[in-house]
């Protein structure tokens, strides 16, 4: 008896090399930057293909077009911002993500950008490797700023949102949150409107999906809200925040500080940031370790082998 053919999966830009094995494993993959013309290669052979996988990168509503068989994409990720979910929609293709295994991890980075940023970590880091510490003429390095009892405010309180908040009780901070609605069962006080909260908070941390409905969320009149004394945290999108605005508001002292793991333009920064010693910058490394990146090529495989046998998804992003 023949077995049945494996089913030809794309793949977009470049994986976690274990999720790569597991993929070529289990799948017949092709990677798309292997061919020298992308558009030729997919014009003669999208057909083949019913899977696709990526991540960051994402894929193009002309690159769906170009696999009119194609049932599954595969994100590895849990922001589906640069997959078009109008054109899956309209085409009945299913759409997976990587939600709640990178909740701890990304939380964990939201509060080692804000310590770093208020403690100034990276930057005493700089000083002592300089030998600046116990110099004659040196001054002592400068003061942080007390993150234990401040006021977290936080922007979108969703699965990644929540585990923030939890993490703030244990540095006693004052929380409030704001999202488009009041988060139902969330004992923490909502804010409907997004200047208020950044009035408020010493620090504002950024946790919410990206995509063209929260685009330069974060804006001038938000970061002057947010004040002298405030800190931008964004571990969400680039997207998120106007990234004009923002080095503005860092150069012109409008605002204390910002960490970031996100970028509008990444891998490109805004230069202006790296000579600014207020800002911790991060290469989009959130939810980064080991166990967690295993945890979604895990998921990544899951949602693949459930639809391919069932036509279900372990976690479908809508
Ligand atoms: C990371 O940015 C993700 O979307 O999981």
Not at 55 to 72: H, K, T, V
Not at 107 to 128: I, S
Not at 144 to 170: D, M, Q, Y
Request: with cysteine; aromatic share 6%.
């Amino acid at each position: 008896m023949n077995t049945p053919e494996r089913p030809h999966i794309l793949q977009i830009g470049p994986l976690l090399p274990l999720l790569e094995t597991w993929l070529r494993d289990r799948y017949v993959v092709c990677l798309l930057d292997d061919a020298p013309d992308p558009a030729a290669f997919l014009a003669e052979q999208g057909a083949r293909f019913t899977g696709a996988v990526t991540s960051l990168f994402g894929i193009s509503a002309e690159q769906i077009a170009a696999l009119p068989n194609l049932r599954i994409i595969s994100n590895f990720g849990v922001g589906v911002d640069k997959i078009p979910l109008e054109v899956t929609r309209a085409r009945d293709i299913a759409v997976g993500n990587t939600p709640d295994v990178l909740n701890d991890c990304v939380a964990d980075t939201a509060f080692a950008l804000l310590l770093g940023v208020a403690r100034a970590t990276p930057e005493a880091d700089r000083y002592v490797r300089a030998g600046r510490w116990g110099q004659p003429g040196q001054n002592s390095f400068h003061l942080g700023r007390k993150v234990s009892g401040a006021r977290l405010g936080i922007v979108g309180l969703g699965r990644i949102g929540k585990t923030i908040a939890r993490r703030a009780l244990g540095f006693e901070m004052d929380l409030r949150y704001h999202a488009r609605h009041p988060v139902a069962d969330a004992p923490w006080q909502y804010e409907s409107s997004l200047v208020e909260l950044a009035r408020w908070a010493d620090f504002l941390v950024v946790i919410t999906a990206g995509g063209a409905g929260t685009r330069h969320l974060i804006n001038g009149p938000v970061l002057d809200a947010l004040g002298p004394r405030g800190f931008l945290i964004n571990v969400s999108r680039g997207s998120v925040v106007d990234e004009q605005a923002l080095v503005r508001a860092l150069a012109e002292k409008k605002i204390a500080g910002a960490g970031l793991d996100v970028f509008e333009n990444e891998p490109r920064v805004p230069a202006e940031l790296l000579t600014m010693d207020n800002v911790v910058l991060l290469p989009h490394i959130a939810s980064g370790t080991e166990e967690t990146r295993q945890a979604m090529a895990q998921r990544v495989i899951d949602n693949l082998d459930l639809f391919f046998a069932e036509r279900r998804l372990v976690s479908e992003a809508r």
